[in-house]
Each structure stands twice: as C-alpha cells, then as structure tokens.
C-alpha cells in the first residue's frame, strides 16, 4: 500500500519567493528615482522616503525572514495523510504522533493576509501542540501557501489569531 508523505522544511528557494516581490518593489522604485533625479543620493527626497519604507515595510519583512531561518533550523516535518502520523526531526530529536495527539493548531498571520500593500503580509505559520505540551511550527518559509495546505493535510481546523508582525 502506497502511502501519501508530505516532507516539510524551510528552504532558500521558499525564502526567495517570498522576499522576491519586495525586493522588485525597492528596485523598481529606485530606478525610478535614479532615471528622474540621477544618481544623487544625498538628497532628502530619497533619504526620507527610504528610512520610512525600511521602517514601515522593509525592516519587518527581513526581520520576519530572519526570525523564522532561525526558530525552524533543521526542523524536518513528515505528514503520512494515510496514517494519521506527523513526525519531526529537529535538535537531535526524532517523534512521531498520531494526529490525535494535537490539542491546538493555531494559525498566526498579519492583519493584511495578503491584501499586496506591505512586504510582510505573506508571513504566517502555524503552531502544532501535541498532548505532551511538545510544539512545532510551519511557517511560510517551510512550505508556499500554508494557509490552504495545512488544514487539509491534517484534517483539522485552526485557530486563528491576526497580529500587526507574526513573530514565532
């Protein structure tokens, strides 16, 4: 019998995809900049309209970035849909349970849920809590879409919670 696995881990091609739109957004703004005023940096009317942008909707999204590289490091997440199992390998640590171990799956995303506005929008992970109080993430650098892959994977429903920058 031929089980369907689904293998979940952060990768640099998923860290791309969701720093490509921003960085294009920077890029074709300071072209602009550069093909109307030259290339005279020093001015106020590139320095401040960059310091807000970098404040606003560039630093959050690079923190967010960095914050979930770091909190989902080596984590390794295997759902088995036939067998109603997930198991995880992270920090020299290798479980497995069954999916009525999970007490909680919360769902955290920012309030703009991918409305296009801001360059963090598209953060978002969930929370997994098993009966032993043991937790695990899937954030949006493990996997593209989570918020329309998780759910059905596990059959369940989330909690939802909105937060002005998802950390971990």
Do not use: C
């Not at 390998?89 to 920012?110: A, C, G, N, Q, V």
């Not at 963090?120 to 879409?145: A, C, G, H, V």
Request: charged share 20%.
């Amino acid at each position: 019998m031929d089980t369907t696995k689904y293998i979940i881990k952060p990768s640099i091609k998923q860290q791309f995809l969701l720093l490509w739109p921003m960085l294009l957004r920077y890029a074709f703004l300071i072209g602009l900049y550069v093909h109307y005023m030259g290339w005279n940096f020093n001015t106020m009317v590139f320095g401040a309209p960059l310091l807000t942008a970098f404040v606003i909707d560039f630093g959050p999204a690079i923190a967010l970035n960095i914050e979930y590289s770091i909190k989902t490091r080596g984590l390794i997440i295997e759902i088995d849909e036939e067998l109603k199992t997930i198991s995880y390998s992270w920090h020299k640590t290798k479980r497995t349970f069954s999916f009525e171990d999970i007490i909680s799956l919360e769902y955290y995303s920012s309030y703009g849920r991918g409305s296009g506005w801001y360059s963090f929008e598209n953060y978002r992970y969930y929370k997994i809590t098993f009966k032993d109080q043991t937790q695990i993430p899937i954030t949006s650098l493990m996997m593209n879409k989570i918020q329309k892959r998780v759910e059905p994977l596990l059959a369940m429903k989330a909690e939802k919670y909105l937060r002005l920058l998802p950390f971990v």
